[in-house]
């Protein structure tokens, strides 16, 4: 039996993030991190698109709005202060004809309601920030949107952990609950206070410890697509304006951190939780319950969804998502975009008894746990202040 005051389930950016935030809040506290595979970071934080993004998508109301903007700050300085890469290559988000002007101008004024700094350019001054983009009269730009590489950030934040004194176990999964105690793969663990940031599985444990009821993760696989055309051949991050009454922003183009492009990803609906290839990590009973869940969205959303689900299915194709990502630049060529990158598993979840998906950020609390449920993005960005409102959350929660 290993005895620790805080137990946190989940070595993703967020779980890393809330360790090392409940350790400086709780000095004298004992903290250990689990995680059931062999590093930390391997699922969405590790696969995650490296975007560092500004906040302006979100309604003020939102948590999502309340940590963007001040996450990017941190994880910009964060980044400069420890020598780790970053491409401040800002982002242009176009309107691809008249009728998406409306959302243009819109996100425009929840950037300057969220503080965020943002500028509407005309289509010549766009064409100044990037040669190559395609827009109707106008576009926005966000100066303060950059690229980072996630596993890096993954990696210093865990070794700031072990500077802390908080205990990581990797390979130690989650098994179930044991009476007042947590069964794992390397024996039982008795807590104070257990933190879920499982991700994937958060809905999963979370029910174990009687929460989550209304509540289950429904994955979403997104796929990026290299282009093999030389680092700086677009200078600028390039989006479209999204459909708002989704989670999605849209198939896109991407300057990584090393300046070289991708465009994507996808929001695939994926068949089981860690559907990374047809056969990876396969479960029936997830099958079952993701088809179910899928199949309650597609009648509560009718046609429209259904068209969401269709347009998503034909990005399979690489003929398809090329086409899609050359309505935003110009001299795009199908032959430039060969190698797909690794999948991503976004954990998104869906309301049972609404039958939509959860726009925000979610968790719930009690006296003896605390379960981070819905923690999409731009939750890479906003992990580091989201961390410390969270534990303040616990405070208020929890028995301690």
């Not at 309301?351 to 890479?380: Q, W, Y």
């Amino acid at each position: 039996m290993h005895t620790h005051d805080f137990l946190v389930i989940g070595g993703g950016i967020v779980g890393i993030s809330l360790a090392r935030a409940i350790k400086k809040s709780f000095p004298d506290c004992s903290v250990l991190l689990i995680e059931k595979e062999k590093r930390l970071g391997l699922h969405a934080s590790g696969r995650n698109s490296g975007v560092l993004h500004a906040g302006f998508y979100y309604t003020e109301d939102s948590f999502k709005a309340k940590f963007c903007r001040e996450g990017n700050r941190h994880l910009t300085e964060f980044c400069e202060e420890r020598n780790l890469a970053i491409n401040r290559c800002g982002k242009l988000v176009v309107a691809r004809n008249e009728a998406e002007l409306n959302g243009l101008d819109l996100l425009y004024r929840r950037g300057v309601t969220n503080g965020v700094d943002l500028k509407i350019v005309d289509s010549e001054e766009a064409t100044r920030i990037e040669p190559r983009v395609k827009t109707f009269q106008r576009a926005l730009f966000s100066p303060t949107t950059s690229s980072v590489d996630p596993t890096a950030i993954v990696t210093e934040l865990a070794l700031d952990l072990v500077r802390m004194g908080v205990t990581i176990r990797t390979d130690t999964a989650y098994l179930g609950r044991d009476k007042k105690a947590i069964n794992s793969s390397r024996g039982l663990i008795h807590a104070g206070y257990v933190v879920n940031c499982a991700g994937l599985y958060a809905d999963k444990i979370a029910r174990d410890f009687g929460f989550s009821n209304d509540y289950r993760i429904l994955p979403f696989k997104g796929l990026y697509l290299y282009s093999e055309e030389p680092a700086g051949s677009l200078r600028t991050h390039i989006y479209p304006v999204p459909d708002l009454n989704y989670p999605f922003l849209g198939v896109h183009f991407t300057v990584t951190v090393g300046g070289k492009t991708k465009i994507g990803p996808t929001a695939i609906p994926a068949l089981w939780r860690e559907n990374y290839s047809w056969s990876e990590n396969f479960r029936l009973n997830e099958l079952i319950e993701t088809v179910q869940s899928s199949g309650a969205l597609l009648w509560a959303g009718g046609r429209e969804f259904a068209r969401v689900v269709q347009g998503e299915l034909r990005k399979y194709s690489k003929g398809a998502l090329v086409d899609d990502a050359s309505t935003l630049v110009q001299g795009v060529k199908k032959g430039d975009y060969s190698m797909w990158g690794i999948p991503g598993i976004r954990a998104q979840v869906v309301n049972i008894k609404t039958r939509r998906l959860e726009m925000d950020f979610l968790f719930e609390a009690g006296p003896d746990s605390f379960h981070v449920l819905n923690a999409v993005s731009p939750a890479f960005t906003c992990s580091l202040p989201f961390a410390d409102y969270l534990v303040d959350r616990i405070k208020h929660s929890s028995s301690l």
